[in-house]
């Protein structure tokens, strides 16, 4: 962190600060995750959680009878 010289009548603040706290408010985070699991879908045959958007695990869900995919 690179200090400067105060001057007279400068306020003194940590400049290293990016954004102020308030108490009693959470952040506004709760949007992009909401937005993230509205790609999945439990599969009904094994339930495990699937994403729409990989067109692999689709077609692995697709099959009668088929395993859970492996967990890497």
């Keep these: ?12 603040f940590d400049a290293t600060m990016s954004q ?3 108490l009693g408010q959470r952040p506004a985070r709760t949007a992009p995750l909401r937005n993230e ?3 999945f879908e439990l599969c009904p045959m094994c339930g495990q959680a699937v994403d729409r958007r990989d067109i692999h695990a689709v077609m692995h869900h ?6 859970p995919m492996p967990r890497h």
């Design 20 to 22: 102020p706290r308030f």
């Design 62 to 67: 697709l099959p009668v009878g088929h395993q």
């Design 37 to 39: 699991l509205a790609h």
């Design 1 to 12: 962190m690179v200090k400067k010289m105060l001057t007279k009548g400068e306020p003194v």
